[in-house]
């Protein structure tokens, strides 16, 4: 009980000191209201591309700028995003339109053209030839452009691009006027509340502009090769010459009918709920199965075997010269390598507890995408709780199977998983950095993140490791024989790896088709919300690594081989490889990299993702067929 009241109160405290009282956001709580003529900034957060997914900063591109830039804080997840919230020059009042206002000022309201280098020109065509979008905030709201679909409906994409590539000519063309449409609810008769933010884009030359305050007009379209569209061409462009570009917005307020409470349900639209069903219904006819096939051997085969076992009649003793009760001297010796066991399934009891109580926390709404960063951030606190069950599994069960440096093992289990996770983190963030990218960790939030593992996660570990090793052993149902019996020539299915293989079939089908939806989410830029559906996919993938992990296990017990403890935690960490070749087959089919650095970032993460699933699934795989195992020695009789 002292480990679980200990590991609540520190969940309590670095839970509630990690977020600000406005950084914790439920749906219709503290709306921002505006009377007309208020004020509404701008901000933006990042650009970010499906073709190449390394975000940059706004101003990695020489857009005008405000007179003073003012960034805003940040939480943890928002700095691992990749995401750097700044003002922009955009001047909005509350339902007052503008029709076109230059952007580029300076202090005093005069124009400031931008002449745009040949280096410059170039800049913006890779990033526009790249797809990149970019994202901005009004009232905590991301931006939006409208889609018309052949079918007649209409979706919402994220964000804004930067400009067209005509597929025909090649011709890249710069969005250099954007509209701003945002959607207001009117509360009374003077306040009202912004519930949509709608951004569409123009192309428009220079010489179309006329003016020269920073109210404008815009020509008419003339007849030229460009159709009086702004083209980019730095290869027909001198070295000293320059390209003179007219950055313009126009505003227009529209009233709604869509409550505050409800602003984002344009971005969680769900169209594909029965996708998720069927995955449910898939899932849940897999866990049925093997339901099906471990009820069989409960009931049937082990309840006639125990009953045979335990029955003295002499007729019986043929039977009992073959079979999983003539292991029972060697079936809880412990397996070589056992100080690696305990702290790989102490990794996996961080893992999946943190990611347990993620799912909680998020299916309840409480870790919504209005507060950007804000599951990143918790799933970090959480892991770091978590290091005290960590600790204190990974003690006990190095104790129970002989160890005697408890710290050793707990050492390991909290070291074990951050130092993959920086260790590559950090390789590739040398990478991003060079680049430019907003995504590369600054120093300081490096030293912050050693901080926290070895200023709050280990301790905690070890604390739970002290609790662990001061808990009696596990009490093994039989006495270990001194001298290893001599394991049998196995069937083919019983090789390790063939195992492994046919083991990680089953948990992979329940849970593919909710890791193509995360897949899309990381790298396609989209919020993913159903964590009403992930949870059940993560229970049903418990229940289903267990029983695989139980199945596989009676087997080889039946082939009286006992070397069981590592060959569970495999069996079902064997799902672990179909993630990864899942996530070879979405770059393949799915994505269109083609950027050396975002290859390495996806095979990277995704590599991290797959350890993360294999130390989960592993651990889950191997308690399943511990409890089992001690079960069914525990019921028959030993001379």
Known sequence: ????????????????????????????????????????????????????????????????????????????????????????????????????????????????????????????????????????????????????????????????????????????????????????????????????????????????????????????????????????????????????????????????????????????????????????????????????????IMIRILSRDIARYNDGDPDNELFEQRGWKLVHGDVFRPPAHSTWLSMFLGTGIQLLCMLFITLVFSMFGMLSPANRGSLMTTAIVLYMICGIFSGYFSSRMYKSLGGENWWKAAVGAGSLFPCITFGFGFILNLFVWYLGSSSAIPFTTMIVLLLLWFGISEPLVLMGAFFG?????????????????????QPVYSDPFISVILGGIMPFSAVFIELFFILNAIWENQFYYLFGFLFLVFIILIVACSEIAIVMVYLQLAGEDYHWWWRSFLVSGGVALYVFGYAVFYYITKLDIQDPVATMMYFGNSLVMALAFWFTTGTIGFYASFMFVWKIYSSVKLD
């Open 1 to 296: 009980a002292g480990i679980v009241w200990t590991a609540s109160a520190c969940l309590c405290v670095l839970l509630v000191s990690s977020m600000s009282v406005d950084a914790f956001y439920l749906p219709g709580v503290a709306p921002m209201e505006y009377a007309s003529g208020d004020k509404v900034e701008i901000k933006t957060v990042r650009m970010t591309s499906v073709k190449r997914p390394i975000p940059f900063w706004y101003y990695a591109l020489p857009f005008c700028r405000p007179p003073k830039m003012r960034d805003t804080k940040l939480n943890l997840g928002e700095i691992l995003r990749g995401d750097r919230i700044t003002n922009t020059p955009y001047l909005l009042e509350m339902n007052k339109n503008k029709t076109c206002r230059r952007l580029c000022l300076d202090g005093d309201g005069n124009i400031k053209k931008k002449e745009l280098t040949r280096k410059q020109v170039q800049k913006f065509e890779n990033f526009i030839r790249a797809k990149y979008r970019v994202h901005w905030l009004m009232d905590n709201l991301p931006s939006a452009t409208k889609l018309s679909l052949s079918d007649g409906s209409e979706r919402y994409a994220h964000g804004f691009p930067l400009g067209y590539v005509e597929p025909s000519s090649e011709k890249v063309f710069l969005f250099n006027h954007i509209i701003i449409i945002g959607k207001v609810h009117q509360i009374d008769e003077d306040h009202f509340r912004v519930v949509g933010f709608e951004i569409k884009t123009r192309s428009i030359s220079s010489e179309r502009y006329a003016g020269d305050s920073a109210e404008c007009t815009v020509a008419q379209q003339k007849e030229s090769t460009a159709g009086g569209a702004l083209v980019l061409n730095h290869k027909a462009m001198k070295d000293d010459e320059k390209l003179s570009v007219e950055w313009s917005y126009s505003v227009h307020w529209e009233p709604s009918d869509i409550a505050w409470a409800s602003r984002w349900d344009t971005y969680l639209k769900m169209d594909d709920a029965e996708i998720h069903w069927m995955s449910i219904i898939n899932s849940s006819v897999t866990v049925v199965f093997l339901s099906g096939i471990v009820a069989y």
């Open 469 to 489: 090793h001061r808990k009696e052993a596990y009490d093994f149902p039989v006495v270990v024989n001194q001298i290893p019996r001599q394991i049998p020539e």
